[in-house]
């Protein structure tokens, strides 16, 4: 769990909830280079992706977070966790960066101000039953590449992604109690490390 | 492919609301008066601006009456930033919070460093759609403001004093009262509901939950890194500071500093690190002959 700024309380108790122990999950904040080696998967949260971009500078996160990236690590990356992992920030500020892992152009604030903010029951694939999606100055994926598997829209405009082992959600799945996105990460993770 | 469902989008409900404030956790809001420092405040790593005319430290020294700022102002901010823009509205003063809503700004803060405009009612929270973060010096302040729909809480400390110790008073009280209701039985939290003067439901899920509804930020007097870590280590989830940024000699290189502070608020040798050559912090005052803006508020 990346826990430089932002919603990565929420998503340690969203892990907690899911761990059994058939499927333990030792869930773990990450601030530092030694931290990150010790993870076999990361959470990207939302926050503010402008505070975030400069904390991983800061904090010597953002080469070794770069090359476990490039490595194939399993990450689910929401909101500002979204912009950071999209090949292509719109309208970026001159210092902000992004990791490159998902075939995508995403705009900050896609949706406008706070007063833009909504949640909607959002029918996910693989999932049978709606997922309550919470979204705040969400961003929005303008351009979505081919090799990029959507798996939930709103109004045409895609919101949850997926390529290799990137998950991405413009949406808060940690701000409601349905842990079931959180499910699909951890067990694609567990998948992807064999 | 998930299709598109026409399903209702809900804007302005509480769980939008509060959200907001979960984005903002772990970061520093600066106060700002105009859109150069609003760009330094950004650039510096803030996770949201307060646009106001004057800083707490001016309000002090100026005295009069203090009002929601211009609109023009306002908008000047918030055509430079990218991160979250708030702004103040007296206490009671639901029409500046009106305004301030149609101008799509994205936080109110009923902040009793403005003079207060009614002084037995606050402002109907639940009536906006967006969000409103309300000063408090107890527990019981805060779960009023919470039963009015507030969605963040900070301590109000004592603005534009450079001085953390009101700070520090009140979190403690607030996080105290929290970890004394989680030990009080059934017949206690009636007990607890009277002497707050809050609801008793809201008492009720504190001692169930352990923690407060609505993220606990601090605000009122932080000048330092130390100052930020500090209230972070008492159980702050985020820090406000209003003067000691641009009221020190050398703003920018101070903003990094409490904003790196406040993301590694448990590592004294980082905190030794950014609190190096900042230059001189604001002066402050002590509080002996100080006006308690914290007293403002019902």
Redesign the interface.
């Known amino acids: 769990m990346l ?8 998503h340690m108790s969203a892990l907690e909830q899911i761990s059994t122990s058939e499927r333990p999950i030792d869930a773990r904040e990450v ?1 530092t280079p030694e931290q990150l080696a010790d993870v076999d998967a990361l959470v990207l949260p ?3 992706s ?2 975030i971009s ?2 991983l500078v ?2 010597g996160l953002r080469e070794p977070l770069g090359q476990r990236l490039a490595e194939g690590l399993p990450v689910f990356g929401t ?2 966790g979204m912009i950071l992992l999209s090949d292509e920030i719109l309208d970026p ?1 001159s ?1 902000q960066f992004s990791f490159e892992q998902i075939d995508l152009s995403v705009r ?2 896609g949706y ?14 693989g999932l049978d039953e ?1 997922f309550r999606a ?4 969400a961003p929005i994926a303008e351009r979505v590449g081919d090799k990029v598997e ?7 405009t895609p919101v ?1 992604m997926r390529q290799n082992n990137v998950l991405v959600a413009s949406f ?1 799945p ?3 109690p349905d842990a079931r996105l959180h499910e699909l990460f951890v067990t694609s993770a567990v998948a992807a490390s064999g | ?5 026409n ?7 509480t ?2 609301k509060r ?2 404030a ?6 520093v809001i600066m106060d700002v008066v105009d859109p150069e420092q609003a760009k330094i405040a ?7 601006v307060m646009a106001l005319e004057r800083v707490p430290a001016d309000i002090r020294r100026d005295g009069g009456i203090a009002r929601m700022s211009d609109p023009v102002m306002i908008e000047g901010i918030q055509e430079v930033c ?3 823009v708030m702004a103040k509205v007296r206490i009671g003063h639901f029409v500046e919070a009106q305004i301030l ?1 149609s101008m ?4 109110i803060d009923e902040s009793e460093v403005l003079t207060p405009a009614d002084e037995t009612h606050h402002v109907d929270k639940f009536g906006f ?3 409103f973060v309300c000063g408090a010096t107890n527990l019981g302040e805060a779960l009023r403001r919470i039963a009015e729909g507030a969605c963040m809480i900070r301590s109000k400390g004592e603005a534009g004093t450079g001085n953390i110790v009101e700070a520090v008073r009140h979190l403690r009280s607030i996080l105290g009262d929290i970890r004394k209701i989680t030990q009080a039985d059934e017949a206690e939290l009636f007990e607890w509901a009277k002497q707050l003067q809050a609801p008793l439901p809201l008492v009720q899920e504190i001692a169930e939950t352990g923690e407060l509804q609505v993220p606990l930020f601090c605000a009122g007097g932080i000048a330092t890194p130390a100052d930020a870590a500090l209230a972070m280590q008492l159980g702050a989830q985020s820090v406000f500071v209003g003067s000691g940024i641009f009221k020190s000699d050398d703003p920018a290189p101070r903003a ?1 500093a409490i ?2 502070a406040t ?2 608020y448990m ?1 004294p040798a980082i905190l030794a690190k950014v609190s190096r050559n900042l230059g001189a912090p604001m002066t402050g005052i002590g509080m002996d002959d100080t006006v308690k803006f914290a007293e403002r508020g019902w």
């Open positions: 826990a430089l700024q932002g919603a990565f309380a929420r601030r939302g926050g503010e402008t505070t400069k904390l800061t904090s909101c500002a500020r210092d900050r604030n406008g101000r706070q007063i833009a903010s909504f949640e909607v029951d959002l029918p996910v694939d709606a919470v979204f705040i100055r959507v798996l939930a829209s709103v109004d045409g949850l808060h940690e701000l409601t | 492919m998930g299709e598109n469902q399903r209702e989008q809900v804007a302005g409900t769980r939008v959200g907001l979960e984005m903002l956790k772990g970061g950004e650039d510096s790593g803030a996770v949201a990218s991160i979250p809503q799509g700004v994205d936080y759609d967006i969000p990094r904003v790196e993301t590694n590592d």
